[in-house]
């Protein structure tokens, strides 16, 4: 219904803005449909639709009984007091998009926690994985420290048996001859 009446009043803001004065401004801020008036003053072509479309957006009430007498509603009468109809609108349109860039970003702040939040499990996971591998290195560097020395003892004492292997050997015979 809004694009057909978008269409058939190209100018419908203001038809609203002067439509939802005149009621404001009306005896008991009620008036018959076919009061309704366009920019010039003259009465608006097919009021039923336009009051019909006033309805949808809550700014009217029709009657129910016949459609032709139109109710200003709260909402209309407190648009008509404070700001007007198109200022209602630029405020509207404003928080919609107010409200769609915070959506956004509250939208970019959790994919950025979540993110953050794989980033510390990953980073959990990796300073496991190089705190086991240090003690793996550690255990490994302590063996090869052992292995190291064992081998120098090993190979200390055969350069001894080797380096005066024959005065062992010289010895050995003395106590055996004895």
Do not use: P
């Not at 009043?9 to 366009?38: A, T």
């Not at 970003?105 to 990953?122: I, R």
């Not at 560097?141 to 004492?157: E, G, V």
């Amino acid at each position: 219904m809004t694009l057909k009446i978008k269409t058939m009043y190209g100018n419908i803001d203001e038809l609203i803005e002067i439509n939802l004065n005149l009621l404001f401004n009306s005896k008991n801020h009620s008036l018959d449909r076919i009061e309704f008036i366009n920019e010039k003053g003259k009465q608006i072509r097919n009021s039923k639709r336009f009051a019909e479309y006033l309805d949808s957006i809550g700014l009217i009430e029709l009657e129910l009984i016949n459609g032709y007498r139109c109710n200003l509603t709260k909402l209309g009468y407190k648009i008509a007091k404070t700001v007007g109809w198109i200022e209602y609108n630029k405020l509207q349109l404003q928080e919609n998009e107010y409200f769609a860039i915070k959506e956004q970003l509250e939208f970019n702040n959790l994919k950025l926690q979540k993110e953050n939040l794989e980033y510390q499990k990953s980073f959990r996971e990796k300073t496991e994985i190089i705190s086991e591998l240090t003690r793996k290195n550690l255990k490994l560097s302590n063996f090869d420290i052992k292995y190291r020395l064992l081998i120098f003892i090993a190979t200390f004492i055969i350069g001894l048996f080797t380096e005066h292997f024959t005065d062992f050997l010289g010895f050995l015979r003395s106590l055996f001859q004895q």
